[in-house]
């Protein structure tokens, strides 16, 4: 089943715990991205890669790191979480072929204490 | 700057109606795509249907269709016959590129509830 996969669902942690969200596609898509969800202001774009090796920033890349080292994976990276980055994260990926829909995973939760 | 806007936070419909959610989107660039994402109670962000700048026709995807109008930025999304199971939030988004960047944007959704 095509996908995109992100563990974990759920995350409490608290203030200053480096963390990592792992996002993995079975797809062989090029793109990648991460977007948090805050209530009220939709989906706002973190990073994203065109490719291996290839990221970029996007609206709301302040406290946040991304690798893209193989083409199916694209981890975020908090290296110093604070409770300003308690929110919903979701990973998403497409082809670059013309303009392709993005296939979301199921969202991470994230909670910094 | 790529900018979305979705005037209507909540919508209401009675079942088996029509709806129309609202979508205007700004940007210089010729080249871009439209898109509406379906997010239920459950979190997960569901492709609805796409539309390009340079498509002719309007797209449909069975009960949806997008609207657009190209003259007036706008990209409406269209629920024909409503179903209690289209309760959910909506986003309106548009990917293209800007200063040799990737962008995507997207709205800050519409509620929509389906009423009995």
């Known amino acids: 089943e095509a996908q995109v996969t992100q563990n974990p669902r759920y995350l409490i942690t608290v203030t200053g715990k480096k963390l990592t969200v792992t996002c993995s596609q079975n797809?062989?898509?090029?793109?990648m991205s991460w977007y948090r969800q805050d209530p009220g202001l939709g989906l706002r774009q973190i990073y994203y890669?065109?490719?291996?090796?290839?990221?970029d920033k996007g609206d709301v890349p302040e406290g946040y790191k991304v690798s893209r080292k193989e083409k199916r994976n694209f981890p975020l990276i908090l290296e110093s979480p604070s409770p300003n980055q308690t929110s919903l994260y979701f990973c998403a990926s497409s082809s670059t072929g013309g303009w392709s829909p993005l296939h979301f995973g199921n969202g991470t939760r994230l909670t910094v204490t | 700057a790529q900018k979305i806007t979705q005037t209507q936070p909540g919508m209401f419909v009675q079942e088996k109606e029509a709806v129309t959610l609202d979508c205007t989107y700004d940007?210089?660039?010729?080249?871009?795509?439209l898109f509406w994402y379906k997010q239920p109670s459950s979190g997960e962000m569901i492709f609805l249907i796409y539309?390009?700048?340079?498509?002719?026709q309007n797209a449909t995807e069975g009960r949806y269709s997008l609207n657009f109008q190209k003259a007036r930025k706008s990209a409406n999304l269209v629920i024909s016959a409503s179903q209690l199971g289209d309760s959910a939030m909506y986003f309106c988004?548009?990917?293209?590129?800007?200063?040799?960047?990737?962008?995507?944007?997207f709205g800050k959704g519409t509620k929509l509830t389906v009423n009995p």
């Open positions: 539309q390009g700048s340079y498509d002719q």
């Open positions: 988004a548009m990917r293209g590129f800007q200063g040799g960047s990737e962008k995507l944007v």
């Open positions: 940007t210089s660039d010729p080249s871009y795509g």
């Open positions: 890669s065109m490719n291996v090796e290839v990221t």
């Open positions: 797809m062989n898509h090029e793109y």
